[in-house]
């Protein structure tokens, strides 16, 4: 009997001591993590920051100090001189490009992704086949027959030419399909039998459910378009018509005259990046919803 006691008296102690070794562990492996993923955001983050600072240097403390993250002398000269040279004509095509360009990706593209994803005619799956082939096909490779198209419709050196092309995406038809194929057909065929036609199913009914993937493709598509550089090299030639990519790339490329002129070039690409970085966080509670949560509502 005494060694039942004995038994029962250590039971709780080794059942007390279990729970704390493991909260500890546990609070280790977080403390690990999150340490983990701080020095990640850091090295991510530095960049940004000694870009940000560097834009409101001067040339000299930019070339005596590149990496401090504080200007020995702050000013906006070089937002100034952004202001007073072409850069606004750059902000605005790029402006005007990026929002045809975004507004035809969805549209064109949920057209697409919903007619492979539910009618049925010969040669869609050969037709699936060439859009996952061309998002294979690396973009370079495209450039010179790009280049010759254009210029035989005399689509050249016009914002047509900058615009048209990039109206639809194989990535974009990609996602809109695999979307739409989980919506159930159910409820397509509950509108059908109430008289919709095969556009208005798509319109009214399916589109609305596939809010989080529409909100996906919008963000890629103004990031990509907004970021778009090798097709408005082959496509356009005139100093108007420059965006802000291929206009900061002249930039870089030493069109402001002698001296490494880092400030200006920082200060341009930090202007560059704020309308991207707008749209992302409007959005990005939405970015990563999932995709089949509208069409379990239905």
Excluded: C
Aim: proline letters at 5%.
């Amino acid at each position: 009997m005494s060694t039942q006691h004995q038994h029962a008296g250590a039971g709780p102690t080794r059942g007390a001591g279990s729970p704390a070794r493991t909260r500890r562990g546990g609070a280790l492996t977080r403390a690990l993590g999150y340490t983990a993923l701080v020095v990640v955001a850091l090295l991510y983050i530095y960049p940004f920051l000694i870009q940000l600072a560097t834009s409101f240097k001067t040339d000299a403390d930019a070339t005596s100090h590149p990496l401090s993250l504080w200007p020995a002398h702050f000013t906006t000269a070089a937002f100034s001189r952004l202001a007073e040279a072409d850069y606004p004509r750059w902000f605005a095509n790029s402006v005007v490009v990026a929002l045809f360009v975004t507004a035809g990706r969805v549209f064109f593209d949920s057209l697409a992704g919903y007619a492979l994803a539910r009618l049925r005619f010969r040669g869609r799956g050969a037709l699936f086949a060439a859009v996952i082939a061309v998002m294979a096909v690396p973009g370079v490779v495209l450039l010179i027959p790009k280049f010759l198209v254009l210029n035989q419709l005399g689509m050249y050196d016009s914002y047509s030419g900058m615009i048209v092309p990039l109206l639809a995406d194989a990535a974009g038809v990609f996602i809109m399909k695999q979307f739409f194929e989980s919506i159930p057909v159910s409820v397509e065929e509950a509108a059908r039998i109430d008289g919709a036609n095969t556009f208005r199913i798509f319109w009214s009914v399916v589109l609305p459910m596939a809010r989080p993937a529409l909100i996906t493709l919008t963000i890629l598509s103004f990031q990509g378009s907004w970021n778009e550089l090798p097709h408005f090299i082959v496509s356009r030639q005139s100093p108007d018509l420059n965006t802000l990519t291929t206009g900061v790339a002249s930039l870089v490329s030493g069109q402001l005259g002698k001296g490494n002129q880092y400030p200006i070039k920082l200060a341009a690409t930090l202007l560059m990046t704020i309308p991207v970085a707008l749209v992302f966080f409007a959005f990005q509670r939405h970015f990563v919803r999932g995709g089949t949560a509208g069409a379990t509502k239905g």
